[in-house]
């Protein structure tokens, strides 16, 4: 298996607190990538990185930011967390092309209540 | 129309049967296809790439129609522990890589 961990594997947390994933490889993968995962919509895309200090908006980007400044970490920060917000969090890796597999961390369970 | 579907099913199947999924995608610049296997409350794993000759592992074969834009997914001889979902993932955007899932299809497979 590929290494990867997220923490807290589990949260639960209140509206308006602020909230911070975090996602750790060993892998020294250039890619990843944060998904939500929720009943009837599937993985969607949060934010990605191809790179430190590099990153990029998916479909589903408002409300969330994110910061890599070392090639193993890649945090996903809720500024003010809402009940919307809760869902099932993976982070995701790939070595260094567009063809390359993706591997996923074990995910945080994340409640706003 | 969505980037990639997938009929959510679930597929029932008795053990021994074989069973297929197919997954329409909506960018005829994707580049790369996948299908990932994910069990329940558990993290999404590769299951193979789709090539477009086609591939087998094992009871698991994967095929690429560019022309129709769909992949698909047989797998034969089903057993009990080929329940999971099967996701399918193409690669969203031409000149960059932002994949793309589909929500997946349910499998359970009885004796």
């Known amino acids: 298996d590929a290494g990867i961990t997220q923490s807290p594997r589990h949260k639960v947390t209140e509206t308006g607190t602020p909230v911070t994933l975090r996602c750790h490889q060993t892998?020294?993968?250039?890619?990843m990538y944060w998904y939500r995962q929720d009943p009837g919509h599937g993985l969607r895309l949060i934010h990605y990185?191809?790179?430190?200090?590099?990153?990029d908006k998916g479909e589903v980007s408002d409300g969330y930011s994110v910061s890599r400044s070392k090639t193993e970490d890649f945090l996903l920060t809720l500024e003010s967390a809402t009940s919307s917000q809760t869902s099932v969090y993976f982070c995701?890796?790939?070595?260094?092309?567009?063809?390359?597999?993706?591997?996923f961390g074990p995910g945080t369970r994340l409640t706003v209540l | 129309r969505k980037e990639v579907e997938q009929d959510p099913g679930p597929f029932n199947v008795p053990e021994g049967a074989t069973v297929a999924f197919n997954c329409t995608y909506s960018?005829?610049?994707?580049?790369?296809f996948f299908w990932y296997r994910q069990d329940c409350r558990k993290e999404p794993k590769l299951l193979m790439s789709?090539?477009?000759s086609g591939n087998e592992d094992g009871r698991f074969t994967a095929q690429l129609n560019r022309a129709s834009q769909y992949i698909s997914l047989l797998i034969r001889d089903s057993k009990l522990s080929d329940s999971a979902t099967y996701l399918c993932?193409?690669?969203?955007?031409?000149?960059?890589?932002?994949?793309?899932f589909g929500r997946g299809t349910s499998l359970i497979v009885h004796p």
């Open positions: 995701a890796i790939s070595e260094s092309t567009s063809t390359d597999t993706q591997y």
């Open positions: 892998e020294n993968h250039r890619y």
């Open positions: 990185s191809y790179g430190v200090k590099d990153t």
């Open positions: 960018n005829s610049a994707s580049q790369s």
């Open positions: 789709v090539y477009s």
């Open positions: 993932v193409v690669n969203g955007r031409g000149g960059s890589y932002i994949p793309t």
